[in-house]
């Protein structure tokens, strides 16, 4: 967290982010947390140039280089 992590998911405040708290005891700061979802559908349609982006699709639009994918 201190290098600079961003964590980015589709709806991770609502449960990865509870979830590493919960039961691994991980708190991630809120500065580190992204969700592409939260912001206009507008916008990050305009950005990607898709109504509904792959995460890595909607991470690029914002600048954040994906570096790991757990699906």
């Not at 982010?17 to 305009?46: A, D, M, W």
């Amino acid at each position: 967290m201190s290098q600079g992590v961003i964590f980015a998911g589709h709806n991770i405040r609502g449960f990865d982010v509870r979830f590493l708290k919960e039961f691994l005891g991980v708190e991630i700061p809120e500065s580190n947390i992204h969700n592409p979802c939260e912001y206009q559908s507008q916008k990050v349609t305009r950005l990607t140039g898709k109504n509904h982006p792959r995460l890595e699709e909607a991470c690029a639009a914002f600048g954040i280089k994906v570096t790991h994918d757990f699906l």
